[in-house]
Structure formats: structure tokens, C-alpha cells
């Protein structure tokens, strides 16, 4: 109960923050194409709002400014300024306050980066922010996200924290459960089913530490040009999807057409070819196609897991359950995106909820089969002892009656002559063949006895 009433109250504290976001800086822009409103003089404006320019009819490729005047309360605020997949530079009454990549008018001369930017500014009564753009490298030309502003510094830097920090978090928790799904195949090489487990745990969490751009602006650990970053990050997609499919066909075979999974799995192996060969322009413009070929799998795969929850197999309602939470943060997602709300993302909350789910259920089957194992090596322990104490009494019934017709056919054998002569001496031969076979059945369980003990 206690932890229940943890969770709630960062829920409503992290709420708050969201709330205390003023305004989204996103609105009454006015906007100037193929021209720096600070460095040069622009004449022709328009009247836009704070999104890509190619929605206003111009090209995908360029360059232009954003520029906004605004009065409000002077004194220090917190400026986020999310990743627009474009270079850029932002200044407030002609300072600039913060820069992403290199900005130009040329392919070659324009640098693009992959970083959101959180900037503690300095607002005046009358203040005035421009915002220069170019873009050729992205689908999308100009600003993509509004910039957000926070009136508490308190809040902003708690909002910027506790952003790394969740991201942080599910990493982890990702890299925990590769772990230990990596040790559950190390221990089972039979069952493949926790290999690929565990490497959509991992796919996930270097999805999250490249894909987050809070995350990787504030780690640093290796300095990936914005190309390759780019490449990873949307490679990470099919190859995700990749394992997430090989996961269920291992896990309940019987309910997969082989040769559909065989026909998604060169897909999916097609698509992160072109990602990592292809331009990044090129792959760019053509992302949509890729992204949708990159998920084909899940509608088949859902079907094939409501096929195991129709059959009432054992664990398909806990992957249900996890299946429906992880649907219903990337319904919340997509809701978001249209009423514009400050709440975050939660989609990977529900992917690492739904990957945890996974290896518990996982982690299950492995422990029952170990349990069974045990059972047969018990049961097969007592066989063995069971045959060993048959053969031991048997064999020593065997040298009795033995030994009397040995002795017998060699009293015989002394007293006759000719064919029956030779006759009992092979009888002779074969009694002590079979008596020395029985001699080493009698020594060998000996053997088997003392090694058991």
C-alpha cells in the first residue's frame, strides 16, 4: 500500500510539472524563406505557425528564420527546445542562446544533430526570439516541435531530470532483463526462445539510450555523427520487430506458419539493409514505406497469440495483459499527438512493462522444465538402481547352475571320445564364455554401485 501511495504522488508531482509549462511557443510566428532574419535583411514575411515549411508550400530542402515578439514578466525561465532533426539556432533579443549542429544554405556547408536542449534564459519585458533553420537532410523541412516554456526554474530543471532519470531507468531495466534472459539460454541452449527475449530487451534499451535525445545529450559516452546516430536508431525498428517475432515462434511454434515467419524475416532483414546502405536522405523520404514494412509482423503476431488465448494455453493470458498495456501506451501516444498535450510519452513505460511480463513468463516455462528435468533425473536415478540390483541378482543366480553344467560336460568330456567328445568340449567353450560375460555384468554393476555411492 505504501508503494502504491509512492507512485501516486510522483504521478501527481510529475503532473505538475507538466501543468506548469505556461505556453508552447508554437504560435504566431512569423516566418522568412531562404533568409537569417539576424544576419540579413529579409523582406518578404509571412504569417505561419511554429511547424515545417513544407506544410506552407515550400520546398523540403532550405533554409528560413522564425521570429516571434512577445511581452511577458522579466526575470529567468526554462526554455526545451526538443530535437528537430534539422540544425539550428535560437536567439533571445539577439543573443544566441543555443545552437544544434551547424546551419547553412548548402548540403555541404549545413551540419544537422539529434539532441533536444534545455537553455535557462534571461527574458526581458519585451523580448524577441528567432529561430534559424535549414534542413537537407530530413523528410520533414523547419521547425518540427514547439518549443516549451517554463516559468520555474525549479520545475525545469526537476522536468529535465526526471526525464533522464526514467529513460535511465527503463534502460537499465531493459539491460537487466537481456541479462537475465541471456543467462536463462546460457543454461538451456536448447530453448531459444530467452535469446531473442532477451536481445529485443537489448535492441530496446540502445533504442531508448539513442532514440532519447535527453538521454544521449546528457550521457555523452560516445560522440556518433548525426548520420550514423540516425541510421542506428531506425535500424533498431526492424531489428526489434525481428526478434520480438522469433521470440513468439519459438515460444509456441505451433500456432506459426513457417513460411510467413521465413517471408517477415527476409523482410525485416531487407529493411535494415537498405537502412544501413542507403543515404539518409534517401532513407528519409522513404521512411514511411519502411516503417510500415518494419511492424507487419505484430498484426500476425497478435492474431497468432488471440489463437493461443482462444486455446487456453498456459501464460497466453499474462501476455494478453502485457500485450494490452503496451497497445494502450501507444494509443495514449498517438492521442497525445493530437490534442497536444504536455504529458510524455509512455510507450516505452509500456515496453519495458510488457518485456518484463515476457520474462516472467519466460523465466516460468524455464523454471517448470528445470523442475521436470529434476524429476526425470530422479526417477532415472532410481531405474538405474533398480536395474543394477536385477542384474546383480541375476547374474549370481546365473554362476550356480553354471558352474554345474561346466563341471558336468568337463567330467564328460574326460571320459568320452570322438564327435561327442568335440561336441561338449564347444559346449564346454561357450559355458565359460557366458560365465566370464557374467563375471564382468557382476563387476561392472559393482563399478556403477561404488561411483553412485
Not at 336 to 355: A, D, E, M, R, W
Not at 385 to 413: M, R
Amino acid at each position: 500500500m505504501k508503494k502504491l501511495i509512492v507512485l501516486a504522488l510522483c504521478i501527481i508531482s510529475y503532473s505538475e510539472v507538466f501543468a506548469s509549462i505556461e505556453i508552447e511557443i508554437g504560435n504566431e510566428w512569423k516566418f522568412y524563406w531562404k533568409c537569417f532574419y539576424v544576419t540579413e535583411q529579409c523582406f518578404k514575411e509571412e504569417k505561419k505557425e511554429f511547424s515545417s515549411w513544407d506544410s506552407f508550400g515550400h520546398d523540403l530542402f532550405g533554409w528560413g528564420s522564425y521570429r516571434q515578439v512577445f511581452s511577458g514578466k522579466k526575470g529567468r525561465v526554462g526554455l526545451k527546445i526538443p530535437y528537430q532533426a534539422s540544425s539550428y539556432e535560437l536567439y533571445l533579443n539577439g543573443v544566441l542562446i543555443s545552437k544544434n549542429g551547424v546551419i547553412g544554405k548548402t548540403k555541404s556547408n549545413s551540419i544537422p544533430e539529434f539532441k533536444t536542449q534545455y537553455v535557462i534564459a534571461q527574458f526581458e519585458q519585451h523580448n524577441e526570439l528567432v529561430f534559424h533553420v535549414s534542413n537537407f537532410h530530413h523528410h520533414r523541412g523547419g521547425a518540427l516541435r514547439p518549443i516549451q516554456l517554463f516559468s520555474s526554474i525549479d520545475n525545469f530543471e526537476f522536468s529535465m531530470h526526471f526525464h533522464i532519470f526514467i529513460n535511465s531507468l527503463i534502460a537499465g531495466i531493459l539491460c537487466f532483463l537481456f541479462i537475465h534472459n541471456a543467462s536463462l539460454f546460457a543454461f538451456r541452449a536448447k530453448e531459444v526462445s530467452p535469446l531473442f527475449l532477451g536481445l529485443f530487451c537489448l535492441s530496446m534499451a540502445l533504442g531508448l539510450f539513442f532514440g532519447s535525445r535527453e538521454l544521449y545529450s546528457f550521457i555523452k559516452i560516445i560522440e556518433l555523427p548525426w548520420e550514423y546516430q540516425h541510421r542506428i536508431v531506425y535500424s533498431l525498428i526492424p531489428l526489434q520487430s525481428l526478434f520480438f517475432l522469433l521470440y513468439f515462434f519459438c515460444f509456441y511454434k505451433k500456432y506459426f506458419n513457417k513460411i510467413i515467419v521465413y517471408i517477415f524475416v527476409l523482410i525485416l532483414m531487407i529493411n535494415i539493409f537498405f537502412i544501413l546502405v542507403i543515404g539518409v536522405s534517401a532513407f528519409s523520404i522513404t521512411r514511411g514505406v519502411m516503417s510500415i514494412s518494419s511492424v507487419l509482423p505484430i498484426p500476425y503476431i497478435l492474431v497468432a497469440l488471440l489463437i493461443v488465448f482462444l486455446k487456453k494455453e498456459k501464460y497466453s493470458s499474462l501476455i494478453i495483459i502485457g500485450f494490452v498495456l503496451f497497445l494502450l501506451s501507444i494509443t495514449s501516444d498517438f492521442i497525445q499527438t493530437f490534442v497536444k498535450s504536455n504529458f510524455p510519452y509512455i510507450t516505452p513505460i509500456g515496453l519495458c512493462v510488457f518485456s518484463i511480463f515476457l520474462t516472467i513468463i519466460t523465466s516460468l516455462k524455464n523454471s517448470k522444465t528445470h523442475k521436470i528435468a529434476e524429476i526425470q533425473s530422479i526417477e532415472l536415478e532410481r531405474l538405474i538402481a533398480a536395474k543394477d540390483e536385477i542384474l546383480a541378482n541375476t547374474t549370481h543366480e546365473l554362476k550356480t547352475p553354471l558352474n554345474g553344467i561346466l563341471g558336468i560336460t568337463d567330467n564328460l568330456i574326460s571320459i568320452t571320445h570322438g564327435k561327442i567328445k568335440k561336441d561338449l568340449s564347444i559346449i564346454s567353450i561357450s559355458g565359460r564364455r557366458l560365465y566370464n560375460l557374467v563375471n564382468d555384468i557382476l563387476e561392472e554393476t559393482a563399478y556403477q554401485w561404488i561411483s553412485n555411492q
